[in-house]
């Protein structure tokens, strides 16, 4: 889990902090769970809990949404409560139960042996008819711009991915799959930003020198402004 210590900047200055990208996940996630203002959520990975506290204020919620994070973040947006502790030992202590437990793009943090653990608490955890979302990068369209060392990482990742989807998928049995996907438009020089601020695991263990010198790379091959698709793969389960 160390990886997940150090990725700070994911959703800060980033297409995923802007208030464009958390609409349309909101919206996305409205179409495959009624909301109201009685429901109880529980965010894994939260980070900065935008998504969590954008669902508590539209809906005044009186149970405020719960986001876990092993990061602490300083910065974390109000109206939910926030929990800085291992997804595994929360789940495996508390009493709690949600009618939505939501994973966006964290649930490839863990390895297999944990995932499938935490995939059987998070069944036991829920209300009946409460859902499980799982939201992760595409396997097979992603479209970041990406210089070389960049792209080896990047399909690396999305290889351990397709692992995941398998197990989680097993273990499920009974889901739906549906897809997100949200039009990014960015300068060069602030996409060249998220890079120096390593704004995904794939960028986390590169050296200085392989950050410069993609960096190079990036100014060369793609024009001043970029313009791509973020797709990302949706597995839901519905407890019965």
């Given at each position: 889990m160390k990886i997940m210590k150090n990725l700070k900047n994911w959703d800060k200055k980033t297409w995923l902090s802007t208030p464009k990208y958390n609409l349309s996940i909101i919206n996305f996630l409205e179409k495959r769970i009624k909301f109201n203002k009685e429901i109880k959520i529980l965010d894994i990975g939260c980070g900065r809990g935008k998504i969590i506290s954008t669902f508590s204020k539209?809906?005044?919620?009186?149970?405020?949404?719960?986001?876990?994070?092993?990061?602490?973040?300083?910065?974390?947006?109000?109206?939910?409560?926030?929990?800085?502790?291992?997804?595994?030992?929360?789940?495996?202590?508390?009493?709690?139960?949600?009618?939505?437990?939501l994973f966006k793009q964290s649930i490839h943090f863990f390895n297999l042996i944990k995932i499938e653990k935490i995939l059987r608490l998070t069944k036991?955890?829920?209300?009946?008819?409460?859902?499980?979302?799982?939201?992760?990068?595409?396997?097979?369209?992603?479209?970041?711009?990406?210089?070389?060392?960049?792209?080896?990482?990047?399909?690396?990742?999305?290889?351990?991915?397709?692992?995941?989807?398998?197990?989680?998928?097993?273990?499920?049995?009974?889901?739906?799959?549906?897809?997100?996907?949200?039009?990014?438009?960015?300068?060069?020089?602030?996409?060249?930003?998220?890079?120096?601020?390593?704004y995904t695991s794939c960028l986390l263990n590169l050296s200085s020198r392989e950050l410069i010198s993609g960096i190079e790379e990036i100014k060369k091959k793609y024009k001043k402004k970029l313009v791509f698709y973020d797709k990302l793969i949706c597995i839901s389960y519905t407890k019965k």
């Open positions: 539209k809906y005044q919620m009186t149970n405020l949404p719960l986001g876990i994070d092993i990061v602490d973040h300083k910065d974390a947006a109000k109206k939910i409560k926030f929990n800085k502790i291992n997804a595994v030992k929360y789940l495996g202590k508390t009493k709690e139960k949600f009618d939505l437990i036991k955890n829920l209300n009946p008819k409460g859902k499980i979302i799982i939201l992760a990068l595409h396997p097979k369209q992603n479209h970041w711009p990406v210089f070389k060392v960049f792209k080896m990482k990047l399909i690396q990742s999305l290889k351990k991915d397709e692992k995941i989807f398998n197990l989680i998928k097993s273990n499920f049995i009974k889901y739906k799959i549906n897809y997100f996907k949200f039009k990014v438009e960015i300068t060069k020089d602030s996409y060249i930003q998220m890079i120096k601020n390593r």
